[in-house]
């Protein structure tokens, strides 16, 4: 994967997780607010098994933070 599409990935990624955030906290003005905020766990479960497969790449904790927020695209940042 190229590093364009690894920053492109990482940069909806945070504006996912912005989009979740907003729709917790404002949930009566976001139209889906719910459905954004089942989505946002179901993604960040997602992420969770992500870390427990890519475990041995990830060796310290800024790699396990990493992993949550951007997932997969951050194990493959850190394979080029």
Known sequence: MSATAIKFGKINTVGFWVLVLASLIF????????????A???IFLAHVGECFIFKTKLNSTNDYIGTLIY?????FDKNR
């Open 40 to 42: 946002g766990l179901i």
């Open 71 to 75: 997932g997969v695209f951050h194990v």
């Open 27 to 38: 949930t009566s003005d976001i139209p889906y607010a719910d459905t954004i905020s089942m």
